[in-house]
T-cell receptor, first 114, second 112 residues
Framework: EAGVTQSPTHLIKTRGQQATLRCSPISGHTSVYWYQQALGLGLQFLLWYDEGEERNRGNFPPRFSGRQFPNYSSELNVNALELEDSALYLC?????????????FGPGTRLTVT | KNEVEQSPQNLTAQEGEFITINCSYSVGISALHWLQQHPGGGIVSLFMLSSGKKKHGRLIATINIQEKHSSLHITASHPRDSAVYICAVSPGGETSGSRLTFGEGTQLTVNP
C-alpha cells in the first residue's frame, strides 16, 4: 500500500512569490493535515481538511491557504512568501475525525525562500 | 508555558542502556502520540495511546491520564535508535479532529 506522498521534495522561491505544495493521502483516508517545521522551531499545525472542507486552521496568516480535492489529495498555497516561511512542510493523513486516529506522515517538502 | 512539555531535550546513551523520555501535557486530549523523526525530516508514528501501556519490540509507551503524563521507554538501546522523539497530543472531536500539538522533541544519540 502506498504511503503519503508529497511533491515537490524541494522548492526554492523568491520573497513575494507564491508556492504550491501537494499531498496525496493514503488510499481510504479522508483527513489531510498540514504542518510546518521551521528551522530551530518545533512542529506547528497549519491546516486540516476533511471531505473537501477546511475544518480547522492553526495560528497562521490568511496567506497560508489550501484545498482538498474530490480524490482527497490536497494542496497548500503560500502567497506573498516571506523569508521566515522557509521550512519543512509535512502533510499527514488519517481516517475520519470524530475521534483521534493515527496519522501517517509524508516525507515533506522543504521550502526555501530567498 | 507550552501545552506539551518534553524532557530531556537532549539525551546521550551508550548502546544497551535503558532510556526514558517524558512528556507532560496541560490540555484535554483524546490521544497522545509518540513520533520518531530521523535526519532529513521523515516522521514515523510509533504509538498512539489513550490509556494504559503499549509495547512494540523494544519500545514501550505508557500514559497516566489523571497525571497528564506519558513516558516512552527504549530497552537495550541501539545506535539505530538515534533520532528525535516527539510527543504530540490530539484533542479529538468534530472541531479539532486529530490535529496534533507537539512537544519540542528529544534528540536521542546512542553511541556504540
Amino acid at each position: 500500500e502506498a504511503g503519503v506522498t508529497q511533491s515537490p521534495t524541494h522548492l526554492i522561491k523568491t520573497r513575494g512569490q507564491q508556492a504550491t505544495l501537494r499531498c496525496s493521502p493514503i488510499s481510504g483516508h479522508t483527513s489531510v493535515y498540514w504542518y510546518q517545521q521551521a528551522l530551530g522551531l518545533g512542529l506547528q499545525f497549519l491546516l486540516w481538511y476533511d471531505e473537501g472542507e477546511e475544518r480547522n486552521r492553526g495560528n497562521f496568516p490568511p496567506r497560508f491557504s489550501g484545498r482538498q480535492f474530490p480524490n482527497y489529495s490536497s494542496e497548500l498555497n503560500v502567497n506573498a512568501l516571506e523569508l521566515e516561511d522557509s521550512a519543512l512542510y509535512l502533510c499527514a493523513s488519517s481516517f475520519g475525525f470524530l475521534t483521534s486516529y493515527e496519522q501517517y506522515f509524508g516525507p515533506g517538502t522543504r521550502l526555501t525562500v530567498t | 508555558k507550552n501545552e506539551v512539555e518534553q524532557s530531556p531535550q537532549n539525551l546521550t546513551a551508550q548502546e544497551g542502556e535503558f532510556i526514558t523520555i517524558n512528556c507532560s501535557y496541560s490540555v484535554g486530549i483524546s490521544a497522545l502520540h509518540w513520533l520518531q523523526q530521523h535526519p532529513g525530516g521523515g516522521i514515523v508514528s510509533l504509538f498512539m495511546l489513550s490509556s494504559g501501556k503499549k509495547k512494540h519490540g523494544r519500545l514501550i509507551a505508557t500514559i497516566n491520564i489523571q497525571e497528564k503524563h506519558s513516558s516512552l521507554h527504549i530497552t537495550a538501546s541501539h545506535p539505530r535508535d538515534s533520532a528525535v522523539y516527539i510527543c504530540a497530543v490530539s484533542p479529538g472531536g468534530e472541531t479539532s479532529g486529530s490535529r496534533l500539538t507537539f512537544g519540542e522533541g528529544t534528540q536521542l544519540t546512542v553511541n556504540p
